[in-house]
Nanobody, 118 residues
Framework: QVQLVESGGGLVQPGGSLRLSCAVS????????MGWYRQAPGKQRELVAT???????NYADSVQGRFTISRDNAKNTVHLRMNNLKPEDTAVYYC????????????WGQGTQVTVSS
């Protein structure tokens, strides 16, 4: 059974920073790509950033240069450091992990709210 537990969301002023974390429990399954997605009210879920098992990263254009994704393979965790946050970054952020039991769509966390407002 796969479990993803996210933490680190909250309310922050524009220009501020937050760090999201996702702890993954996948038993004996192999973990492949880990990533973060977000969904703002009235909008579709969109990719924020992904990181492969080898450390290759991919970012949405809107967060390039402001967000940094990282992973700790020994602890099965993935983090998203978000700097210079903007009101348009407000959304529910979801962790996604592709693993041996679901290598294409992966498994999702419950989501954590990030609100950027003065």
């Amino acid at each position: 059974q796969v479990q993803l537990v996210e933490s680190g969301g909250g309310l922050v002023q524009p220009g501020g920073s937050l760090r999201l974390s996702c702890a993954v429990s996948v038993s004996t399954l192999t973990i492949y790509t880990m990533g973060w997605y977000r969904q703002a009210p009235g909008k579709q879920r969109e990719l924020v950033a992904t990181i492969s098992s080898g450390g290759y990263t991919n970012y949405a254009d809107s967060v390039q240069g402001r967000f940094t994704i990282s992973r700790d393979n020994a602890k099965n965790t993935v983090h998203l450091r978000m700097n210079n946050l903007k009101p348009e970054d407000t959304a529910v952020y979801y962790c996604n992990v592709k693993h041996g039991g679901s290598p294409s769509s992966g498994s999702w966390g419950q989501g954590t709210q990030v609100t950027v407002s003065s």
